[in-house]
């Protein structure tokens, strides 16, 4: 499960566009999925959740630049030309660059269906800070999703010296989650703090006697002093409880928190055993949403090497 590396809420930024006549160039990172209303209409024609450009008189195609939130490995990119059925671009292609100037491809001049999700898996181990997005030869496009591994410059983590060791920025991602019913797990790592419910994780309601979990890997192996677990905005469908397990690999589970929760309350609690570790996972009891999960520690001696060999063999 790769998080969207172009999401507004990461950090990404639409920088440029060569046309953005019909709908706004920004609406491709937006989080959340498109919505259309078949009513409305504005000075330019119909209003769009998406980027629309006019329609062509001239030989060429129409492009956009997104600067990703964190820079990173591309594994899946996702099309979305959403509510777009006549007016979509019938071919489309994805170029990256680690320096916003010079290109290379990660998606080929591929055919697109409108009103779809078109998908494409990337092939690709370069580290990209920019991707974009070539349409041909003109129309419009809902989103763009950039799914990855975010991988940071370890030379940052040396400086900092204690991280958020699941931020998605510093490399954490979600790796399996029981149930995602309302939202993304990946809520849960974004930066800065939720400004509502739906900018976190919540669960359908259990009818059952199991209870909810998220298994978190970690962008470096790492020591865990601090862990974060914010239940804002959730006043009447917080989690009663967490458990809070670490391990290195395949390893055994080792504990490492157990509380009660609050609702819409802020938790940090200091860890009293620190073992290193690669993933963690958090169990919720019963169902329920968190805003923010924060696992504040400093890499392991390998896991600052691991870090700087990706580092190394994606440029």
């Keep these: 499960m790769h998080p969207d590396l172009a999401l507004r809420t990461l950090g990404g930024a639409v920088v440029s566009a ?31 959740d998406g980027w629309e450009t006019r329609r062509r008189r001239s030989p060429g195609h129409d492009e956009a630049v997104v600067r990703l939130g964190a820079p990173g490995v591309v594994r899946r990119i996702v099309v979305d030309t959403t509510w777009f059925t006549g007016n979509y671009p019938p071919e489309g292609a994805v170029d ?41 030869p003109d129309g419009g496009v809902a989103r763009l999703r950039v799914h990855g591994e975010a991988l940071p410059d370890p030379a940052l983590l040396d400086v900092l010296g204690t991280v958020d060791l699941a931020a998605i920025e510093n490399g954490g991602h979600v790796r399996d989650v029981s149930n995602r019913f309302y939202s ?51 006043l009447y469908n917080a989690p009663g409880a967490a458990v809070l397990r670490g391990r290195t690999g395949d390893g055994d589970w080792q504990d490492l928190l157990y509380t009660p929760l609050q609702p819409d309350t802020r ?3 200091v860890l009293a055993d620190r073992p290193a570790v690669t993933e963690v996972r958090l169990d919720i009891h019963p169902d329920g949403g968190l805003s923010r999960v924060r696992l504040w520690g400093t890499p392991t001696d390998a896991g600052r090497e691991s870090l700087r060999t990706r580092w190394h063999a994606a440029h």
């Design 18 to 48: 060569t046309d953005e006549s019909f709908a706004a160039k920004e609406n491709l990172i937006v989080p959340g999925p498109p919505v259309f209303d078949p009513t409305t209409f504005g000075h330019r024609g119909k209003v769009y």
């Design 96 to 136: 990256g660059s680690a320096d916003g100037s010079t290109w290379f491809e990660l998606v080929p001049l591929s055919p697109l269906k409108g009103d779809s999700e078109n998908a494409f898996d990337v092939h690709s181990d370069r580290r990209v800070t920019h991707v974009r997005l070539r349409i041909v």
């Design 184 to 234: 993304s797990p990946h809520n849960l790592l974004l930066p800065g703090p939720a400004r509502s419910m739906g900018e976190g994780w919540e669960t359908a309601r259990r009818r059952d006697a199991g209870n909810d979990w998220v298994e978190l890997g970690l962008g470096t192996e790492g020591r865990i002093a601090v862990a974060e677990i914010d239940t804002s905005y959730f």
């Design 267 to 269: 938790h940090r609690f």
